[in-house]
């Protein structure tokens, strides 16, 4: 699959284990290693500020999309390549998804967990067919992923869809997956 840009889905807060902050930030050097443009949620603490910042400083390009009402979270435009304000939550959500090519999720909230949700519906229901690839730091992810595998098992779920969602405890297999993905 031919990657231009990745959607990034993460904590708009650090988390409570340093090892979040350093995989955000290696992430954000990792995508603009390989050329490929950064697409997120424009907040600039948290992950997300740690993501956008080391892309930017490896050399990167950066998509921010922030709602206006988060204006004062929102990274300032001239810290990014470009910066687009939006009215609401759901317009934030569909750019965020038109912009990008695959998905990576780290740790995160809410926010994160609806972005998850909503990325793997519109895959089941044909509106996308875009990997994501939950980035396990820390073992964040487990509980999750025990759920969708019993999903899976119970026949909610289809062997089909299964593919379009991964998890990874590692970048290197995570990118493997992402630059290979058939859908």
């Known amino acids: 699959?031919?990657?231009?840009?990745?959607?990034?889905?993460?904590?708009?807060?650090?988390?409570?284990?340093?090892?979040?902050?350093?995989?955000?930030?290696?992430?954000?050097?990792?995508?603009?290693?390989?050329?490929?443009?950064?697409?997120?949620?424009?907040?600039?603490?948290?992950?997300?500020?740690?993501?956008?910042?080391?892309?930017?400083?490896?050399?990167?390009?950066v998509l921010g999309i922030s709602p206006r009402n988060l204006a004062e979270e929102a990274v300032h435009s001239s810290e990014i390549t470009q910066l687009i304000?939006?009215?609401?939550?759901?317009?934030?959500?569909?750019?965020?998804?038109d912009n990008?090519?695959?998905?990576?999720?780290l740790p995160g909230g809410f926010g994160t967990l609806e972005e998850i949700a909503q990325v793997i519906s519109w895959s089941k229901i044909h509106i996308h067919n875009k990997p994501l690839a939950l980035f396990n730091i820390n073992g964040f992810y487990d509980k999750l992923w025990s759920w969708i595998h019993e999903v899976y098992k119970s026949n909610f779920v289809s062997e089909h869809d299964m593919k379009y969602i991964q998890m990874f405890n590692n970048m290197d297999d995570m990118f493997d997956y992402l630059e290979n993905f058939e859908g």
Do not use: C, H
């Open 1 to 61: 699959m031919k990657i231009s840009s990745v959607g990034v889905f993460m904590g708009s807060q650090s988390g409570d284990n340093p090892r979040y902050v350093e995989a955000a930030e290696a992430l954000g050097k990792r995508i603009a290693q390989n050329e490929l443009r950064l697409v997120y949620g424009a907040g600039k603490d948290g992950l997300m500020g740690a993501t956008a910042y080391s892309a930017m400083a490896a050399g990167g390009k």
């Open 85 to 97: 304000e939006v009215d609401t939550m759901t317009e934030r959500k569909q750019l965020l998804m």
């Open 100 to 105: 990008s090519d695959v998905f990576i999720v």
